[in-house]
């Protein structure tokens, strides 16, 4: 069974707009970690956001910010002045343990 | 400067031949794994090994054999390839668990099975 899920294959915003990427997991754990990764056309996988399960203060990285809801088990991606650079696949990543799954990724244009 | 490298960046060959890949990490860190993302781009971790100890080997064949010879790097040695295992490999470093520590990615290595 799929334990991260990414309901948007393919997403597109305008320049210096917000755009959300959704992500769900499935867990009955109560310890884990959630990431955000990139992936430009390059293929260097980078690493956006991480949000500790234990915090309830969503995490915030400069123009990128999570909405963390735990008992909903979902993670969202909030994109704020989107930039031609941010387009890319952008991978939710689940961890617990010495397990990790990522999700199947959304690619994210950004139209100029 | 390269935190975490792979060699080579391509990959291409005949099925049934053994090929490796390198993969060094520069950052002093204590965890190295290996991924696959297929053509669908689904990523899977395949192995990961902390400090030169085996600590997740997922459901993979076989013919894949990881290698640590020390805790900056981690091979991966693949026999008999097949055409299923063109994909592209990622190496990954973490300084301690994936639990507790963010991953830091290589550049990836596009294998391609003829």
């Known amino acids: 069974a799929q334990t991260v899920t990414q309901s948007q294959p393919e997403m597109s915003v305008q320049e210096a707009e917000t755009v959300t990427l959704s992500c769900t997991y499935d867990?009955?754990?109560?310890?884990?970690?959630l990431f955000w990764y990139k992936q430009p056309p390059s293929r260097q996988m980078i690493l956006v956001i991480r949000q500790e399960a234990y915090k309830q203060q969503n995490a915030t990285e400069n123009r990128f910010s999570v909405n963390f809801q735990k008992a909903a088990k979902s993670f969202s991606l909030k994109i704020s002045d989107s930039q031609l650079g941010d387009t890319a696949m952008y991978f939710c990543?689940?961890?617990?343990?010495?397990?990790?799954?990522f999700g199947t990724g959304t690619s994210l244009t950004v139209i100029p | 400067d390269t935190a975490v490298s792979q060699t080579p960046k391509y990959l291409v060959t005949q099925m049934g031949n053994d090929k490796s890949i390198k993969c060094e990490q520069n950052?002093?860190?204590?965890?190295m794994y290996w991924y696959k993302q297929d053509s669908k781009k689904f990523l899977k971790i395949m192995f990961s090994y902390n400090n030169k100890e085996l600590i997740i080997n997922e459901t993979v064949p076989n013919r894949f054999s990881p290698k640590s010879p020390d805790k900056a790097h981690l091979n991966l040695h693949i026999n008999s390839l097949e055409l299923g295992d063109s994909a592209v490999y990622f190496c990954?470093?973490?300084?301690?668990?994936?639990?507790?520590?963010?991953?830091?990615f290589g550049p990836g290595t596009r294998l391609t099975v003829l």
């Open positions: 950052l002093g860190h204590d965890t």
């Open positions: 990543a689940y961890c617990t343990g010495n397990q990790f799954y």
């Open positions: 990954a470093s973490s300084r301690s668990g994936p639990l507790t520590d963010t991953q830091y």
């Open positions: 867990t009955s754990e109560n310890n884990y970690y």
